[in-house]
């Protein structure tokens, strides 16, 4: 097990990543910020920042074994050199799916919604890590990180646009759309 | 959805609970104290306490639709003032047991091992409230608390043994067994 991965996403004048689009799909924006960083273990409490998320990453709540087999033999590892374009999407899904149980959940997100399914085309170029928030308290349920070079952001874009046109996201009640590069390492 | 419910559990030498047994199942065992509270709301961390624990409320990850509609039916609330008898059970699991997919993990719990419908047949008499920690990196993955009636003091007894003979126990690699109880109201 080893300890949880706690992370801190931090947007303002400092970071690796250089913000291109921040705005709101559904709901609030969050405050314009020129950079991001990304603060792996304890979370932190940065001063001066334009705004902080945290999360942390869990085990997998609805993959089965078999989803999750294909998944991994499919999919890039975070930090490769060439994926310098990545994309930062927190959401927050409605009081009606969390008051459904975990069957309705599930049937929602894949036998419904192909959540996992439609993803797993996108993963050889796409890198992804969730990160789970609501149970801190925060403001959104969910922090997903994308990365993946520049040639590949018009299969990104299909890939959102694809996953917003599902029963799934109806649920959805907050959505942000952030979209950064960083120099090439 | 509201704020999550957040919980701190603070042991020492003040408390409406005074803890009878205290004594590690399986691994290490927790310091002595004489008495309990259970803090509602932002996480405390109280100066002088023998130990703390902290975990959250959340959704239900194994149980379906019909599972939860027939627990619900019988479930009593917490704080009945007959309920004068308590107990706190911290458990973690191994690693073998988080890496197990969703799918898997539900087939032990429910299908093997009947883990929802054993402690529903308790349920008129016991009252539970389950708390996840493992996520905030606590020695513990769980904090399940109970409160029954005198009277039920070996009904309860009997469903923690025979759930500590089912194959998801076997997954347990750290059990602490707290009994408490508190004067009437």
């Known amino acids: 097990m080893g ?3 706690h992370v801190t996403i931090v947007a303002g004048h400092e970071g690796r990543w250089r913000i291109d689009l921040n705005r709101a799909s559904l709901g609030q924006a969050l405050p314009y910020a020129k950079r991001l960083e990304i603060v792996e273990g304890a979370w932190a409490r940065p001063e001066g920042a334009a705004w902080v998320l945290r999360g942390f ?6 993959t089965t074994a078999d989803e999750r087999a294909r998944l991994r033999a499919v ?3 975070l930090g490769r050199s060439e994926a310098t374009s990545a994309a930062l999407i927190p959401i927050r899904k409605s009081p009606a799916w969390w008051d459904l149980a975990q069957d309705e959940r599930r049937r ?3 036998e419904d ?3 996992i399914s439609i ?7 796409i890198a992804r890590r969730l990160l789970h ?3 801190l308290g925060e403001p959104f349920d969910f922090l997903t990180w994308f990365e993946y070079p520049p040639h590949a952001s018009g299969a990104f874009e299909e890939l959102v646009a694809r996953l917003r046109a599902t029963r799934e996201w109806g649920y959805v009640e907050h959505e942000i759309d952030i979209r950064l590069t960083r120099d090439p390492v």
Do not use: K, Q, V
């Open 75 to 77: 999919s890039p590892a």
């Open 113 to 115: 919604s192909r959540h």
């Open 3 to 5: 300890s949880p991965e």
């Open 133 to 135: 928030c609501r149970d």
């Open 119 to 125: 993803g797993a085309e996108y993963l050889t170029d």
């Open 57 to 62: 990453a869990s085990n997998t709540r609805y």
């Open 108 to 110: 929602i997100l894949e």
